[in-house]
């Protein structure tokens, strides 16, 4: 599909900027051209067709059906954290989205199944895992990272952490009586906000993805393979903890890591570091934290952190240990 | 007539903000807009995703930034 894509970069590059074939520059410069297009054209296609299918699952809606699977039960776990994959999730919907769900009765573990799973699987880096590593790695990726919400959840509900939510988020519940109901969208409706959604989207990650690119360039030029195997490849037990810790401070899209990923690992970073890097640098971010302060009291919102991070070191080592 | 922006800062509520501000000035209807940034308050409106939209008391858009055009027909609508 993106032979075209390689022959316009291979034009560019060597006869046109007249690069020579094999050179640093030549090789960087080929892959960070053949990288952006290609990646531009997946996103493109990938959040467009997610974000129409994504327009079917409301928040809403999951409310209503984990509002009738009441108690903690594993079924209500299971479906919590499918749901945090399909369901639309940004960092400043997270606590009108918190407050919803335990007004609608629905138990703390099976809420914070969700909101774990919700930034864990990210839909659009398990597409583009899924489209440059291939179906293995990105079934790993999904299953380790729910099976992380659900349990999680379970035991959060088990250790009774209600008194850590803020107070005036039950007090809402009793005196709750606002509601409102929308027409359902149109169908012509859901194509323009998906594309409206799309383009904003784009928009504000593009410098992440290009960002990310040039990384990924400079290592393929000038890096050679196995490199970093020394340091970051799978014999070394500090190597996926060193980077869940480097990837906390920084943040970006997981559609700007992914590109660097594919190069970490060429360069001999374990593929589990290198998921691990990339799902600290999306998961964990303060921004999110800050926001979520404003419902869960710091020893929860600590539970929180502690679970999510402990969740990713797990994935990590999982991959080094499966690959 | 009062229109209530809900949302936490982020940019989207920036940019909604900015476009009611506009809908309102070209439709002349000299609404009060009114930023709400406040949690409780937002769930109150049995809001789940922000940004959303709120006319004299009434939810009329989540989670998006609807066109200018689709503001202007709530705004117009709210009048009647």
Redesign the interface.
């Known amino acids: 599909m993106f032979t075209p894509v390689q022959q316009l970069a291979d034009w560019l590059v060597y006869s046109v900027f007249k690069l020579q074939t094999g050179s640093k520059a030549g090789d960087a410069l080929n892959f960070f051209i053949f990288d952006t297009i290609k990646i531009f054209i997946l996103l493109l296609i990938i959040i467009y067709a997610i974000t129409f299918i994504r327009s079917f699952f ?3 809606k999951t ?1 209503e059906i984990l509002a009738r699977n009441k108690g903690n039960t594993l079924i209500g776990h299971v479906l919590a954290a499918l749901l945090g994959i399909v369901t ?1 999730f ?4 997270a ?3 918190f ?2 769900f335990v ?1 609608a009765g629905i138990p703390l573990g099976v809420t914070f199944s969700y909101l774990i799973a919700a930034p864990m699987v990210n839909e659009i880096a398990l597409v583009l895992l899924y489209g440059m590593f291939g179906l293995k790695i990105a079934v790993i990726y999904l299953i380790s990272g729910e099976v992380i919400a659900i349990v999680c959840g379970i035991l959060i509900g088990r250790l009774k952490l209600e008194k850590y939510v803020e107070g ?2 039950y007090e ?1 519940q009793r005196s ?1 009586n ?3 109901s ?1 027409p359902e969208p149109t169908m012509k409706e859901r194509l323009s ?1 998906a594309w ?2 799309t383009r ?1 989207l784009l928009k ?1 990650i593009w410098i992440y993805v290009v960002v990310g690119i040039g990384v990924g360039a400079w290592i393929h030029g000038w890096v050679p393979a196995g490199t970093l195997a020394e340091y970051a490849g799978a014999d070394n037990p500090f190597a996926v903890f060193v980077a869940v810790l480097i990837g906390i401070p920084l943040y970006s899209n997981a559609a700007g890591v992914i590109p660097l990923i594919s190069e970490l690992t060429r360069a001999g970073v374990a593929m589990g570091t290198a998921l691990a890097f990339m799902m600290s640098i999306t998961a964990l971010s303060l921004p999110e934290m800050i ?1 979520l302060r ?2 869960l009291k710091p020893k929860l919102l600590a539970v929180f952190i502690g679970i999510v991070g402990c969740g990713i070191l797990f994935t990590g080592y999982l991959f080094n240990y499966l690959l | 007539m009062e229109i209530k922006i809900l ?2 800062g ?4 920036d940019q909604l903000y900015k476009e009611v501000v506009k809908a309102d000035q070209e439709l002349q209807t000299q609404a009060e807009i009114i930023k709400v940034d406040n ?2 308050e ?10 959303a939209i709120v006319i004299d008391g ?8 609807p ?1 200018s055009t689709e503001i202007k027909k709530m705004i117009e609508a709210a009048k009647q």
Do not use: H, W
């Open positions: 409301s928040p809403e409310r639309p940004c960092s400043c919907s606590v009108p989205l407050i919803g007004e005036y988020v809402l709750n606002a509601g409102f929308l906000d409206n959604f904003d504000k926001i404003q419902v | 949302g936490y982020c940019s989207k509520c949690a409780k937002i769930a109150g409106y049995g809001v789940m995703r922000t940004p009434l939810v009329t858009s989540v989670g998006k930034i066109t």
